[in-house]
């Protein structure tokens, strides 16, 4: 049975598709998850894998002195990575990027242990780019980010199982919502986006009318706003129920959740963040417009809010876009590398 260490965090964005990877795998392969003390503990220690931390810092967008001691902590990691890599001999460490995902990496290489990453959005991220050349392979979610490695390979994105179980019906139950409208769903990530949430709740009174609102505020977000059709929520664990209760989605652009609405078919209106973001947000929502799979505001125009809602619900071209997407899950794609290169690699190392 190989051994595989999952790395990837620094946002649940980097842990959530690892875990969609480890539960294919989960009963025929030995897996462990490196990371820092961030999101990926708490999630990976809910699924109950174990779990080995590292104090990676992270870059911080801005110029600061704290970015000064970096080079020093990371270093620091890489040693705390090395260790942990020695003791236990994964037979391959899979990489989902992010700042937590380097150590274990370069870690790995050091030490001849083969190492995979793969990378969701449209330009690579800066862990991606610094291990990449010693990577086996670099698998992607598009083409076109595969098109600039020499050992890229695009594969799709990896997507949780669960989500294509959700009943409309049992999600309408859930929400306490009675179906005579449709259902607008609004995404902010897992920390909530402040300029959604205000948008949504300042246009209340339009929206309303026309749409059911299940918000997504994110933690410690909520408000004590009482209206007929609106329900929020922090945050939902089980997410099928509430995409296939929807009819229509506004949310931000990471690439995660660009990837679930395409293989959903959902309507999406998306607010890239820009802010503090490297612009992968905007690249991405803009691959997906270019070929009429969704349509995009820019959060300086979400005064328009109501009048862009309207006109995603009436847009009967992208409803049929979205029908023939050629967009697919590569979640079982990615494992089958993943096992057949450590697999490999036991067999090398027993021989």
Do not use: W
């Not at 990837?8 to 980097?14: M, V, Y």
């Amino acid at each position: 049975m190989a051994y595989i260490l999952f790395t990837g965090g620094g946002s649940a964005g980097h842990v959530v598709p690892n875990l969609a990877i480890m539960q294919l795998l989960r009963t025929t392969h030995k897996l462990a998850y490196l990371g820092t003390g961030g999101i990926e503990e708490r999630l990976v220690g809910q699924e109950g894998y174990p779990f080995f931390r590292v104090d990676c810092p992270k870059l911080i967008r801005s110029a600061t002195p704290k970015n000064l001691l970096i080079p020093f902590r990371l270093a620091k990691a890489c040693r705390e990575a090395k260790a942990i890599l020695r003791r236990e001999r994964p037979d391959l460490v899979f990489s989902k990027g992010g700042y937590a995902s380097f150590p274990a990496a370069k870690a790995a290489q050091s030490l001849g242990i083969p190492v995979l990453t793969h990378e969701s959005d449209l330009t690579a991220g800066l862990c991606t780019r610094l291990i990449a050349g010693k990577c086996q392979t670099v698998l992607t979610s598009f083409p076109e980010t595969a098109a600039r490695f020499r050992n890229g390979i695009c594969v799709g994105p990896p997507v949780r199982r669960e989500l294509f179980s959700g009943d409309r019906a049992r999600g309408l139950k859930k929400y306490r919502l009675d179906g005579n409208k449709p259902v607008l769903l609004v995404l902010g990530g897992g920390s909530g986006s402040r300029a959604l949430n205000e948008a949504v709740r300042r246009n209340l009174g339009r929206l309303l009318p026309k749409f059911d609102v299940l918000h997504l505020c994110g933690k410690g977000n909520l408000l004590p706003v009482q209206a007929s059709g609106y329900v929020q929520t922090e945050y939902e664990n089980d997410m099928s129920d509430a995409y296939a209760c929807a009819d229509a989605v506004l949310s931000r652009a990471g690439s995660n959740t660009l990837f679930e609405l395409m293989l959903l078919r959902k309507r999406a209106l998306l607010v890239p963040l820009m802010r503090g973001s490297r612009g992968d947000q905007a690249e991405n929502a803009e691959y997906f417009r270019r070929k009429g799979l969704c349509r995009v505001l820019p959060e300086t125009e979400l005064a328009r809010l109501p009048e862009a809602l309207s006109a995603l619900l009436c847009d009967d071209g992208l409803r049929d876009a979205l029908i023939s997407s050629p967009v697919r899950d590569g979640t079982e794609n990615i494992a089958r590398r993943i096992v057949g290169t450590a697999e490999a690699h036991s067999r090398g190392t027993r021989s």
